[in-house]
């Protein structure tokens, strides 16, 4: 699922396209590790202490500390090659009982950006926590990977457009821009995944000075929390899941579940703009949905230039708006950015959600370090979404298979949304050709003897819907408390007043609500 980022314009570009074919040379076998975490090489890891200072850059806040930690690039061979991973922290003001670490989803959003620019949202947590988050590896400034300048991009339009009726053509693309994945990436990309990025998070633990792991984790987040208490049960501590992911179905019927999600999102907007003067579809809600089919549609097939130099499609709208759907907040920026858009021919508006300022694509870094914050590729978000989910997953559809059901998938994706259908499909496309990703999450990720850990899932979430918190419960087995949200949106934390102080009181106080407690949409500020 995307990420659950803050209210501001997502660090996300061409997120249907050039990220959806990233490569992920992950197997599916786990090395041995002790039920401490340490094994053969690894206590050098885990005898680190973080350095802290001010962050560096224009728009950090004074008061945000980075830091970094060293882990093994390949765990199975820690005395090779290692990785830097970058942190950040706001301090505890009050009397610290250790640290609570944050993961924004994704996979791919980056820790420390999401942290500076939403660290509002969790300033109560700081009377007891330094509240700490980080970029996984492959994502943000810890070895960042990228899919390239638009050749990845090319083989999804042909994937999911026109094309797409040559299926054997379309399988050839998607090599290719596997292959243009795996150039820019560097040696990172073989050892993504939420299996090694859970390690990871152990590592981080363990430099901050916990002996349990405090947690908060949104969307993908919640894949991350669920993973890391199935591999290190005996080190968690306070663990919330906010927009529980699922952690069993095929990456098909996600991305059917989400297409239909966001369109169900995307007519609720609708229904706002057309009750205001301003809506750049006009007051007729019905004709506006025709509206939009028709303005993704036309930007497919004739782009607009931006000042990027390069151009904008109608799936580059689509990424635009999907990103703005989160958050009734951003409703009103993405109504002037679409007016903008079609009165205009101004795409500065809609590439604010598209782009969010990132740097531009690097030819050569440094794959061991951390890379500077204006060296972070455009696409490293979208790219580190499709890596970590082919990481994760095990299914690998055969060339006959895709070449006989490509119509009939491309059909049932646009039914579930004339909007999002074409977006959604690549979820079912993007690992073809790669090696299978690790079954560990699908066949193992069960019956936790955990301390209890709280799920809060929301009735109106367009990217994670709510059987999905119903099902993970049950998979994770008694430790899993489920909080009831029926507001609207995709995580509960920001956007519910009654969701917030729940999860503000358990990883305070311990306070866990009732099995079956829920937050009413009276509570939901948006």
């Known amino acids: 699922m995307l990420a659950k980022l803050s209210t501001r314009p997502a660090v996300v570009r061409r997120c249907a396209a050039t990220g959806a074919t ?31 200072s001010p962050c560096k850059g224009e728009d950090m806040p004074r008061d945000l500390q980075c830091g970094k930690v060293t882990v093994p690039l390949d765990y199975g061979r820690p005395r090779a090659r290692t990785l830097d991973l970058a942190l950040a922290r706001y301090r505890a003001t009050g009397k610290k009982r250790g640290s609570v670490v944050l993961n924004f989803g994704g996979p791919g959003a980056a820790g420390v950006s999401e942290l500076a620019a939403g660290g509002d949202d969790f300033m109560g947590l700081t009377d007891n926590y330094d509240v700490v988050s980080f970029d996984p590896r492959g994502v ?12 990845a991009e090319a083989s999804i339009t042909a994937a999911s457009g026109a094309e797409a009726d040559h299926p054997r053509a ?43 792991l405090n947690y908060l984790g949104f969307s993908y987040g919640t894949r991350l929390g669920a993973v890391y208490a199935a591999r290190f049960p005996k080190k968690v501590g306070r663990l919330v899941l906010d927009g529980v992911d699922t952690l069993t179905e095929p990456m098909s019927e996600q991305g059917v579940a989400g297409a239909e999600g966001q369109q169900t ?28 089919v028709r303005l993704v549609h036309s930007l497919d097939e004739d782009p607009v230039p931006t000042d990027f130099g390069q151009e904008f499609t109608g799936q580059d709208l689509v990424g635009a708006i999907s990103q703005a759907l989160y958050s009734k907040q951003l409703w009103p920026s993405l109504e002037r950015a679409i007016a903008e858009l079609v009165e205009d021919g101004d795409t500065r508006g809609v590439m604010a959600f598209a782009s969010g300022g990132a740097g531009l694509p690097v030819r050569q ?17 979208p790219a580190a979404l499709m890596a970590i989910n082919c990481a994760d997953d095990p299914d690998r559809p055969a060339a006959a298979t895709i070449v006989r059901e490509l119509g009939r998938l491309r059909t049932q994706y646009e039914q579930a949304s004339p909007v999002f259908g074409r977006y959604r499909l690549t979820e079912l496309l993007m690992c073809y ?37 119903v099902e ?55």
């Open 433 to 469: 050709g790669r090696p299978r990703g690790t079954d560990y999450i699908r066949e193992d990720v069960r019956d936790l003897h955990t301390p209890r850990m709280l799920l809060v899932g929301t009735r109106g979430d367009p990217a994670t819907p709510y059987r999905w918190t």
């Open 365 to 381: 870094q440094r794959h061991d370090g951390l890379v500077d914050e204006n060296d972070v590729p455009l696409d490293n978000l």
């Open 140 to 151: 943000g400034r810890s070895s960042p990977v990228s899919c390239g300048d638009g050749a």
């Open 22 to 52: 990233a490569l992920a040379l992950v197997g599916a076998g786990l090395p041995a590790v002790a039920s401490d975490g340490t094994g053969p090489g690894l206590t050098r890891f885990y005898g680190q202490q973080v350095k802290w």
């Open 265 to 292: 999102a995307l007519d609720d907007f609708i229904d706002w703009c057309a009750e205001d003067i301003a809506c750049p579809f006009g007051q007729d809600a019905r004709d506006a949905r025709e509206q939009v």
């Open 170 to 212: 379309v399988l050839e693309q998607l090599k290719k821009a596997a292959a243009e994945c795996a150039k820019h990436s560097g040696p990172v990309l073989p050892h993504i995944g939420t299996v090694n990025t859970a390690r990871d998070l152990d590592v981080i633990r363990q430099a901050l000075g916990d002996k349990k």
């Open 472 to 526: 993970t419960a049950k998979r994770l087995g008694d430790s899993a408390v489920v909080l009831d949200n029926k507001g609207e949106g995709h995580t509960g934390y920001a956007s519910s007043k009654c969701v917030h102080g729940k999860v503000d009181a358990f990883l305070l106080y311990g306070s866990l609500p009732p099995t079956g407690s829920s937050c009413g949409p009276e509570e939901d500020e948006h």
